[in-house]
């Protein structure tokens, strides 16, 4: 597949492509990659931004394959795509929030829960810990969420400071 990714972190080598995989994932339950459902998967697996349902739907009816996009479809296909491995669902102070995760590396997020920005980071040591929590446990980790959650730069120097003055 056509690698058209200028994502911050990345990405890592995948065996299949992501349309490849929905179809896999899809056959195993009997059903068959629709024309919507191709055209949901491409488009999303194409670029790496965090977006709701209502988004991608507006998105969609921008293009011209997308313009009879059908709200219901959308939504079937959005939990499919996640069922399959290829998103990633976070809620976010309420609201669904989906991004690429299919052949995209591990990463955490810092959610501003002011102006609903999401940065992205990855950690070594976030990881390091978690194996060490879990082998407490004997338990082995795959994989991790954590979302944390506060205020940007932005946020906290429109909000909570004075305006820095030139000095002189
Ligand atoms: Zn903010
Ligand atoms: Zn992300």
Redesign the pocket.
Same mark, same amino acid.
Do not use: I, P
């Given at each position: 597949m056509a690698s058209t990714s200028d994502f911050s /972190?990345g990405k890592v080598d995948v065996a299949l492509s992501p349309r490849e995989r929905f179809e896999e994932f899809l056959q195993a339950r009997g059903k068959r990659i629709t024309r919507q459902r191709r055209m949901i998967v491409e488009h999303v697996s194409a670029r =790496?931004e =965090?977006f709701d349902a209502e988004q991608l739907l507006a998105d969609l009816r921008n293009t011209p394959d997308g313009a009879a996009a059908s709200r219901p479809t959308v939504y079937r296909t959005l939990g499919e795509l996640v069922d399959a491995g290829l998103l990633?669902k976070?809620v976010l102070g309420g609201r669904a929030v989906y $991004?690429h @995760?299919y052949g995209?590396p591990q =990463? @955490? =997020?810092l959610h501003c829960t002011a102006c609903q920005t /999401?940065i $992205?980071f990855s950690s070594d040591e976030i990881v390091s810990i978690r194996d060490a929590v879990a082998a407490r446990h004997q338990f082995r980790a795959q994989g991790h969420r954590l979302i944390i959650t506060g205020l940007c730069a932005n946020c906290r120097s429109t909000r909570n400071r004075p305006r820095h003055q030139d000095r002189i």
């Open positions: /972190l =790496h =965090h990633r976070m $991004e @995760d995209y =990463h @955490d =997020h /999401l $992205e």
